[in-house]
């Protein structure tokens, strides 16, 4: 069987297949799943004006470096076969990151600071979904969906009470019919979305998590969706809790793929960064 160096388990018997092809999930730890999460949605986010059309081909914010964060990916395993056997190629089709309030604080504070501190201090505890985004192979099989229903399983778990989701105008309705989304302040040129006219919206875990399953639920065969929570959800939750943060290696990596990430590290930023990884016994590198 071919050898990948992609952290997620190859496709056995067990595991969803579409004809060659087999799909699984998880999160993204090493330095070829995170790279090709980050392309998908730099791809996607230039399409729709979100991210300069630049040479980076990539979208990192300071938010993903966080140790905490944690990048969902979808992986389509196309099978091939040759005289020396099976063999999978894997490719990502769909991701979304789930970033904790931190150190950083969340991106959508530029949007609504005044009413995310006003979260805080009732105690909630907060979550921002970033980077959605599937490839044409994704959006036929509606990854999006299962990637939702990952973060919403994890957000759970994790005890978060409020999500929070920064919106274009043409993804409002989605969020708010289908996940119960309601806005939280108003349309703003947002910096992290190239400027364009974004909302920051927010919803409770609990809620909008019932509400997820009920919508989600009729778009799927019951045999599908069976096997989507029996092999990937309690799966992937169970892996999220021993996923590691980065390493020096691979921040130090990315820092030079996408040079735009370094502009968003001041002195602040860096020794933030670095309080939080010594809590993990780690070096951050950064200065």
């Known amino acids: 069987m071919q050898r990948s160096s992609f952290a997620l388990h190859l496709p056995s018997a067990s595991d969803s297949a579409q004809g060659h092809r087999y799909l699984t999930y998880g999160i993204a730890t090493t330095q070829e799943e995170l790279e090709k999460a980050f392309e998908l949605v730099w791809h996607g986010y230039t399409k729709v004006g979100l991210h300069p059309d630049d040479s980076t081909g990539a979208r990192i914010t300071k938010y993903h470096l966080l140790p905490d964060s944690k990048v969902f990916i979808a992986v389509a395993w196309h099978k091939k076969e040759s005289q020396s056997g099976t063999s999978y190629e894997p490719q990502v089709v769909g991701t979304l990151t789930v970033l904790h309030d931190g150190c950083l604080g969340l991106p959508s504070e530029e949007l609504c600071k005044r009413e995310i501190i006003d979260m805080r201090l009732q105690g909630e505890r907060i979550a921002e979904f970033v980077g ?141 960064l670095s309080a939080e990884y010594k809590r993990y016994d780690m070096e951050l590198g950064i200065t």
């Open 132 to 272: 959605l985004a599937c490839s044409k192979e994704g959006l036929d099989e509606r990854v999006s969906l299962k990637l939702f229903t990952l973060a919403y399983e994890y957000c759970y778990k994790a005890k978060v009470t409020r999500i929070i989701a920064s919106l274009t105008q043409r993804h409002v309705g989605f969020y708010r019919r289908f996940l119960g989304f309601n806005p939280l302040g108003d349309f703003n040129n947002y910096s992290l979305g190239n400027g364009m006219p974004v909302q920051a919206h927010f919803t409770d875990v609990a809620g909008s998590r019932d509400l997820f399953k009920l919508r989600s639920s009729v778009l799927f065969s019951c045999e599908k969706w069976r096997l989507f929570w029996q092999n990937e959800v309690h799966r992937v939750i169970r892996e999220s809790s021993k996923a590691r943060p980065w390493s020096t290696k691979q921040m130090r990596y990315f820092i030079k793929r996408c040079p735009n990430l370094l502009t968003q590290i001041d002195i602040h930023t860096a020794n933030a």
